[in-house]
């Protein structure tokens, strides 16, 4: 069974650019969520998608919006970029039917 | 408020010794726990997991134990290898929270040959 995959693996973007970022979940798996991952701030969650609907969604500004797809692929999209926003994110899938979580090797994304 | 904590940054470790990765919460409320373990410029690769109302959980080298009334939880690696020098991330979730995990900082290993 293929992995979590995420496209791109590095981004560069210059600060108010918006960006899109793509996950691609394991085949099976309903439910993707997305984290941001900073040397300041750790991991932390951004948002839950399940069936195409967002479940959940972590303490972040609306800048940071995503979607599902009706195959489970999801998008997440950050506009009116800002220095903090250089960060590594992270897709994730799950079965649902087991707690653990299945991750994506990251997007890299560095805003100039 | 940081709920769930690693308060060890760092710890190095003998190969073939035992390797003891702490992790405390503050929210009672969780209801799961898992380990993962993350290498540079990669995704977090899940280890292993526990639930609330269990104390201990073993898969091969690795044990996690759970103390409620402590809030507190440990992972132990025996016997220690150099390929699992990289960061330990403990994180808790909710059930009623669908699949939001909440991280602890991340402990970096490095295990000496």
């Known amino acids: 069974k293929a992995g979590v995959t995420q496209t791109p693996r590095y981004l560069i973007k210059t600060r108010g650019q918006q960006v899109t970022l793509s996950c691609s979940p394991i085949?099976?798996?309903?439910?993707v969520s997305w984290y941001q991952q900073t040397p300041g701030q750790g991991l932390q969650f951004l948002f839950e998608?399940?069936?195409?609907?967002?479940?959940n969604k972590g303490n972040f500004p609306g800048r940071f919006s995503g979607r599902q797809f009706s195959n489970s692929r999801s998008e997440m999209n950050v506009s009116t970029l800002e220095l903090g926003d250089s960060a590594l994110y992270l897709c994730?899938?799950?079965?649902?039917?087991?707690?653990?979580?299945?991750f994506g090797p990251g997007t890299r994304l560095t805003v100039l | 408020d940081q709920q769930v904590k690693q308060n060890s940054p760092s710890l190095s470790v003998q190969e073939g010794r035992i390797s003891i990765l702490n992790c405390d919460y503050t929210?009672?409320?969780?209801?799961?726990f898992l380990w993962y373990k993350k290498y540079p410029a990669e995704g977090p690769t899940f280890l292993i997991s526990?639930?609330?109302?269990?104390d201990k959980n073993e898969d091969g080298r690795f044990t996690v134990f759970l103390n409620k009334s402590a809030k507190h939880l440990s992972l132990h690696i025996v016997p220690s290898q150099p390929g699992d020098s990289a960061v330990y991330f403990c994180?808790?979730?909710?059930?009623?929270?669908?699949?939001?995990?909440?991280f602890g900082g991340g402990t970096r290993l490095m295990v000496k040959p």
């Open positions: 994730a899938s799950t079965s649902g039917a087991h707690v653990e979580q299945f």
């Open positions: 085949s099976g798996h309903r439910s």
């Open positions: 998608y399940f069936s195409e609907t967002q479940r």
């Open positions: 929210n009672s409320m969780f209801d799961y």
């Open positions: 526990i639930s609330s109302i269990k």
């Open positions: 994180a808790a979730v909710k059930n009623n929270a669908g699949n939001m995990l909440t």
